[in-house]
């Protein structure tokens, strides 16, 4: 895309957007919204609270709560050891991943099928 061509697009998105910023100020939710949260604020300030008291206040328990993603992770089945043994060296690598530093530099000279054939 040639450099005019995208300054024309820009131009065509930004026109949009501000178009759709001068809708948005117009509308009634919008400023009934704003005056709330100006309202809140002041209350907020003249009572010496954070929003996160306030959170606290009405639900307790909010901050103690695990995120989803979190509680997957403890439901995860430990990984097995493996042992390795080198026919050549006899030297013997327990490792529960393939990130050891050993194996990775059997398997580059030896070859991964090769090392995964020394599993004990």
Do not use: C
């Not at 005019?4 to 178009?19: G, I, N």
């Not at 995120?67 to 995860?76: I, L, M, V, Y």
């Not at 327990?94 to 398997?107: D, Q």
Request: charge should be positive; proline fraction near 3%; hydrophobic fraction near 35%.
């Amino acid at each position: 895309m040639s450099k005019l061509a995208e300054f024309r697009q820009l131009e065509k998105h930004l026109a949009e957007q501000l178009q759709a910023l001068e809708a948005l100020k117009g509308d009634a939710g919008l400023k009934q919204e704003i005056e709330f949260e100006t309202k809140l604020r002041a209350l907020l300030a003249k009572y010496g609270y954070s929003l996160k008291d306030i959170v606290n206040l009405l639900d307790p328990h909010a901050g103690r709560r695990a995120p989803a993603a979190e509680s997957k992770t403890g439901n995860r089945k430990p990984r097995q050891v493996k042992v390795y043994k080198n026919p050549e060296s006899g030297e013997v690598v327990e490792t529960k991943g393939g990130n050891h530093k050993i194996l990775k530099e059997w398997k580059a000279k030896y070859g991964s099928d090769t090392v995964e054939s020394w599993l004990a």
